[in-house]
């Protein structure tokens, strides 16, 4: 089992910037995918930005540009940049790793901040 911690969601005026925290413990396999997903309000859970072990990143349309995702290998944490915040960023914001086990991957999830952008 691995357990997320996440931190960082805060109420920020539009324009604004926050970071966002995971940190990873428990039984922790190096192969794997860091990413982080929201979930606004009547919607479903989206992709917002993930990161492979190699560098790899991946970004929605929406915050290209905006949010840089990054990791700190030594302490299992990764991190979530949000820049220029605009109202429609506003969600629960989910840490998510998904990693190699022996014979296949597995998905773990944070509990979720919330991250509330007013205009």
């Known amino acids: 089992q691995v357990q997320l911690v996440e931190s960082g969601g805060a109420l920020v005026q539009a324009g604004g910037s926050l970071r966002l925290s995971c940190a990873a413990s428990?039984?922790?396999?190096?192969?794997?995918?860091m990413g982080w997903y929201r979930q606004a309000p009547g919607k479903q859970r989206e992709l917002v930005a993930t990161?492979?072990?190699?560098?790899?990143?991946n970004y929605s349309d929406s915050v290209l540009g905006r949010f840089t995702i990054s990791r700190d290998n030594a302490k299992n944490t990764w991190y979530l940049q949000m820049n220029s915040l605009k109202p429609e960023d506003t969600a629960v914001y989910y840490c998510?790793?998904?990693?190699?086990?022996?014979?296949?991957?597995?998905?773990?999830w944070g509990q979720g901040t919330q991250v509330t952008v007013s205009s």
């Open positions: 998510n790793r998904r990693q190699f086990e022996t014979t296949k991957w597995y998905d773990y």
């Open positions: 428990g039984n922790i396999f190096s192969i794997n995918v």
């Open positions: 990161l492979t072990r190699y560098g790899s990143t």
